[in-house]
């Protein structure tokens, strides 16, 4: 009995069907697979945080400084402010920095309100004049200097000196021991946990990292004549990093 074209169709079409669930079945089962493996994998890590930190010796300074002055009118206040800091910058130059080394960092002119009664007992702001501020940043390359310029500061009339930092020039230097110093930490504690739960320890599959690099704490400074320079210690620094690291166990 001859088959018809029709049927001999419809029976490539049912083949091409059967044959594409397989494939089908076998691709969902080779992802399930993949995903329960990757799964494995993130579970059966160690995963630990590491400490590591330095301690340097800063090589350089900045101190901020500059003067602020009140007035009734804003040309007042600020031939006042300007007459100062010229003496204040200029004493800086006398002393021997370099222009570069003078930056300023804030500059601002605002109205100063003062309250006043009324008669019926409430209050009024009113306005009673201008105040204008100017900060310069310095920066000292020679700390055994920051004392003597400190006293030059107040000499000259800066009304404003103060945040002391003391800085390290070269911190990522520094930071790169710090780190290696971490992950050492980190390694320890994962061969110590492995070892306790009987597992051997593999790769390090990934590493995240928080360092922590803070300038010795601001020095406040008040600008007052002292019969002597202030005594400043820079002191030292603790430059330190924090890691987590995840390692495989070794199948």
């Known amino acids: 009995m001859a088959i018809s074209n029709f049927a001999i169709r419809n029976l490539k079409r049912a083949a091409l069907a059967v044959v594409g669930s397989v494939v089908a079945l076998a691709l969902s089962a080779h992802a399930q697979a993949e995903t329960s493996g990757q799964k494995s994998a993130v579970e059966g890590r160690v995963i630990v945080t590491g400490d590591g930190s330095v301690t340097v010796t800063p090589s350089y300074a900045q101190i901020r400084s500059g003067v602020t002055t009140d007035a009734k009118t804003v040309k007042e206040a600020a031939n006042a402010n300007t007459k100062l800091m010229s003496a204040v910058m200029q004493a800086l130059l006398n002393f021997g920095l370099a222009q570069k080394d003078i930056q300023t960092s804030q500059f601002s002119i605002q109205p100063v309100y003062t309250s006043q009664s009324k008669l019926n007992g409430s209050t009024e702001s009113k306005l009673s004049g201008f105040r204008v501020t100017n900060q310069v940043r310095v920066t000292v390359r020679d700390i055994s200097q920051v004392a003597e310029i400190l006293d030059r500061l107040i000499t000259a009339g800066a009304t404003d000196v103060g945040n002391i930092v003391f800085l390290v020039s070269d911190s990522e230097k520094a930071l790169d021991q710090a780190r290696e110093n971490a992950l050492a930490d980190a390694r ?38 002292q019969e002597k320079p202030v005594p400043i210690e820079p002191g030292e620094q603790t430059l330190r990093a924090n890691i987590t690291v995840g390692f495989d166990i070794a199948q």
């Open 188 to 225: 320890r504690k994962a061969e110590l946990y492995a070892r306790v739960a009987g597992v051997r320890l593999g790769r390090v599959a990934w590493i995240t990292e928080t360092s922590n690099y803070m300038p010795v704490d601001p020095t406040s400074i008040f600008a007052q004549r």
